[in-house]
């Protein structure tokens, strides 16, 4: 049998017949439109590529948005830093031993003061404080500020104080005296400056003396005025005693 | 047109390849003209292993095959030898493809396909089998009585049983 199928092989595996003319014609036919096929649906394709890359530009776009907002927080955040802790101050009470006919009898810490540096509310209040100074800046209602001249006015007024006392008794003036005298000249420029009142703190002065913290040259320059007129008044005491 | 060119080389072949299992020329040559459409679509899917000749003529057969379910009803009938029309040629005409094709069309179609793909093309039975959807018996079966048909139409058992009568 397998000869049989050989040449049944033999004589069919060879066979040849010509196709018609347009047997090619109907195969181009077919294939171009396979083509065109093709190409629609690598067009829709694109297309769906495009709108899904506009899809993901637009919403990248909007988170993009909200970074922007940062730097306010940055702002929110810088003061917190510069915030003393408030155990810091608590303990800072001085008692003048003994000061006959003086008008400070003991000295303690002006609340403001510690208000100011120690000043540790609720987060959200503290926002709310820090964006209420934000919108002042934006304003330009900046608040009035206390001059050096007041300050240095403050610094003599200190200074006679301190000669006042030397001149009514022989007793000395001890240094925790003179730092008292010069609390409580820093209370009364608070108090000038409206941070403190009868009704308690000022909430716009409170941050105008936040503002003061951000612009150190300022506080720099009250405190190198209260110094000068600390080491003049203990020149002036040294020469009275020498 | 680099596929014009495959068409050219590889299209008489193909048709002859067709024309072994459809019967007119006209529709073997529908049969051939959609198998080669169908290999420029799968042409990206040839991988090089084999020859290309014999990728192409794999989908020609399969194309033949689905041709011919859709067309007829393709009966695997054991009787059908008996039922059919055997034509008669004469015995000295000489062995050339086209007497030997029409004795192939002479064959019931279940029988003709399972004697094409067996002897022809040279698939084994489980390999008919799962192409045809029946049974590897049936393709054994088939393969049997195509042969006895061809040989007894073609006079080849005559010339057979003489040789061996005289030796």
């Known amino acids: 049998m397998e000869k049989f199928d050989k040449l049944m092989r033999e004589k069919l595996e060879e066979r040849q017949i010509k196709p018609s003319e347009n047997a090619w014609e109907r195969i181009a036919e077919q294939l171009p439109l396979e083509k065109k096929q093709n190409n629609t649906q690598k067009y829709m394709l694109m297309l769906a ?11 990248t776009f909007w988170n993009s948005d909200e970074p922007s907002l940062e730097p306010t927080q940055e702002i929110v955040d810088a003061p917190k830093k510069k915030v003393v802790p408030k155990s810091d101050f608590q303990e800072e009470v001085i008692e003048p031993a003994s000061l006959e006919n003086s008008e400070v009898t003991s000295v303690t810490v002006p609340e403001a003061s510690n208000t100011e540096k120690s000043f540790d509310p609720a987060p959200q209040e503290e926002n709310e404080a820090l964006n209420t100074l934000a919108f002042v800046k934006e304003k330009g209602e900046l608040l009035e500020q206390p001059t050096l001249d007041a300050i240095e006015l403050k610094a003599k007024e200190v200074l006679q104080a301190v000669e006042k006392l030397e001149r009514s008794g022989d007793v000395a003036v001890t240094d925790a005296e003179i730092d008292a005298l010069l609390r409580a000249a820093q209370k009364e420029i608070f108090i000038e400056k409206n941070i403190l009142s009868d009704e308690g703190v000022d909430a716009m002065a409170l941050l105008n003396e936040v503002e003061q913290e951000i612009d150190g040259t300022f506080r720099d320059q009250i405190f190198d ?6 080491l003049k008044l203990r020149t002036a005491v040294a020469d009275r005693n020498n | 047109m680099a596929q014009k060119a495959l068409y050219e080389k590889y299209s008489p072949k193909m048709l002859g390849v067709c024309r072994q299992y459809v019967k007119d020329v006209q529709f073997a040559e529908d049969v051939m003209v959609e198998g080669f459409v169908k290999v420029f679509k799968k042409l990206e899917s040839f991988r090089f292993q084999g020859s290309f000749e014999g990728w192409i003529r794999r989908i020609m057969v399969h194309e033949c095959i689905s041709h ?27 062995w050339e493809v086209d007497f030997i094709q029409q004795h192939i069309d002479a064959l019931p179609e279940g029988y003709k396909m399972v004697f094409l793909l067996h002897a022809i093309e040279g698939y084994r039975h489980e390999e008919i089998a799962n192409m045809l959807k029946i049974s590897e018996g049936t393709s054994k079966s088939q393969l049997f009585k195509a042969r006895r048909q061809l040989q007894d139409s073609l006079g080849l058992r005559a010339i057979d049983a003489s040789k061996r009568g005289r030796s």
């Open chain 1, 225 to 230: 005025a209260l110094k000068d007129g600390y």
């Open chain 1, 49 to 59: 590529a495009c709108f899904i890359g506009l899809i993901v530009l637009t919403i």
């Open chain 2, 68 to 94: 011919l379910r859709k067309k007829q009803f393709v009966v695997f009938d054991e009787t059908a030898l008996e039922r059919s029309t055997v034509q008669t040629f004469e015995a000295d005409e000489q």
